[in-house]
């Protein structure tokens, strides 16, 4: 393989082989492909892009670059949910548990939370106990005793991700359909999956602006994942205004309990029963059904004790993680909410400090905003539009500020 000329191939829009593509990522992953030519040629697809082939090609390499979970013949099927990311998106918690009602296995690796975006594993952490780096021996274990498991990326799961990302990131290729594509299938399709539904994001919280950018993405995504044997599918779901009432870690576990009881906001419960539907074997009403009777309510928290947490506390989150300061944000005028942005929302939650501005960053999980009313509902001057959790009453003042910025009233 001589690197210099697959790289100008890319460059002048050529198109890569599979085999090139395997010899470049297993060169990658063990250092003998330095990270300078690695750039060049992730700004080579930035610009020229991929083919499905290439794009298949790359995430079968990329996946192969470690270890993938191994499930005995005659399991059930193996599905999952990846999402793209937003505010107040915690339905990975609902739906685990409830597709695993419908007798599937869902082994789902999850991320953390960075910038505006939360992540499953932090909110799966703020339940005392909860622990979300298992072995792959207690991964094994729990999806067989419960058929659901929740846990973090393994050191051994794509390494070659974790490296083209920490470069991508640092040289201007992160936005490319084909790379994105790669990263998130190969650590998806790592779980040993039949069917995958991916929920991509549009809008001002979301990392997909426009309905159009999400819809490329979708169609790169399910084209590549189908081509790769797994069942894949697609729901767009905007962003412009966060998902259910709730955003910030313990604040949106407690809200999942709710939606689990049956008693969840409607636009969450929605987009949950959607993405359940589409690679469930029983239709949405059988769904709707389980998580009305409090069946996939059961299976949440016996993988919450197989998993180490308190099961106890799950019914009372706020209590638990209880906010030293909690401030009521008023409408100051009567009329219809239009607007409730995601994005200013999610910027006052992440100053808040339930996110992460760097990787490395602690997260707080008593805090957030909850019982927020949404867009399309009327409102009179002076009633409660949501509640700010806060550790200082100078905090509280400072997202509100930004979050009436984002708030619409006519
Ligand atoms: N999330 C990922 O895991 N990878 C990307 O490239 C972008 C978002």
């Known amino acids: 393989m001589h690197i210099p000329s697959l790289i100008e191939r890319k460059r002048e829009g050529g198109a890569l082989s599979s085999d090139d593509?395997?010899?470049?990522?297993?060169?990658?992953?063990?250092?003998?492909?330095?990270?300078?030519?690695?750039?060049?040629?992730?700004?080579a697809i930035y610009f020229k892009g991929m083919s499905t082939e290439e794009t298949a090609a790359l995430t079968h390499a990329m996946l192969h670059s470690g270890s993938s979970l191994q499930w005995p013949a005659g399991s059930p099927p193996r599905v999952d949910k990846h999402s793209t990311g937003g505010i107040g998106d915690k339905t990975s918690l609902i739906i685990a548990p409830l597709l695993a009602c419908d007798g599937l296995w869902v082994p789902m690796i999850s991320g953390r939370g960075l910038g505006i975006t939360g992540g499953t594993l932090d909110k799966l952490e703020s339940i005392p106990g909860f622990r979300t780096q298992l072995s792959e021996a207690e991964i094994y274990r729990v999806i067989e005793a419960v058929g659901c498991a929740m846990i973090g990326q393994t050191a051994d799961i794509c390494p070659a991700d974790k490296k083209l990302y920490a470069l991508r990131d640092v040289t201007g290729t992160v936005p490319?359909?084909?790379?994105?594509?790669?990263?998130?299938?190969?650590?998806?399709?790592?779980?040993?999956?039949?069917?995958?539904?991916?929920?991509?994001?549009?809008?001002?919280?979301?990392?997909?602006?426009?309905?159009?950018?999400?819809?490329?993405?979708?169609?790169?995504?399910?084209?590549?994942?189908?081509?790769?044997?797994?069942?894949?599918?697609?729901?767009?779901?905007?962003?412009?205004?966060p998902t259910g009432e709730a955003a910030g870690n313990a604040l949106e576990v407690a809200e999942a309990v709710r939606c689990l009881k049956g008693q969840g906001p409607a636009d969450l419960e929605d987009i949950v029963l959607d993405l359940c539907a589409a690679v469930a074997n029983s239709p949405r009403e059988v769904l709707k059904q389980r998580l009305h009777s409090g069946a996939a309510w059961t299976k949440f928290q016996q993988m919450v004790a197989a998993q180490g947490g308190d099961v106890a506390a799950l019914e009372r989150m706020e209590s638990v993680h209880y906010a030293p300061v909690i401030q009521e944000l008023k409408a100051d005028r009567s009329g219809k909410i239009t607007g409730m942005d995601a994005r200013s929302i999610g910027q006052a939650v992440l100053e808040l400090g339930a996110g992460r501005s760097r990787a490395s960053d602690p997260v707080d999980f008593v805090v957030g905003v909850d019982r927020m009313m949404k867009v399309g509902m009327d409102v009179s001057a002076g009633q409660v539009l949501l509640r700010i959790h806060a550790r200082t009453e100078a905090a509280a003042a400072t997202a509100s500020l930004l979050i009436r910025q984002g708030i619409q009233i006519v």
């Open 21 to 43: 593509i395997h010899a470049l990522i297993a060169a990658f992953t063990c250092g003998e492909m330095p990270d300078y030519q690695m750039s060049a040629l992730a700004m």
């Open 176 to 241: 490319s359909i084909p790379l994105i594509t790669a990263s998130i299938l190969s650590k998806k399709l790592a779980e040993g999956l039949d069917r995958l539904v991916l929920d991509v994001k549009y809008g001002t919280g979301a990392f997909m602006k426009t309905q159009s950018a999400a819809q490329e993405l979708a169609d790169s995504m399910v084209r590549t994942g189908n081509a790769l044997g797994v069942r894949s599918s697609v729901r767009l779901s905007p962003m412009s205004e």
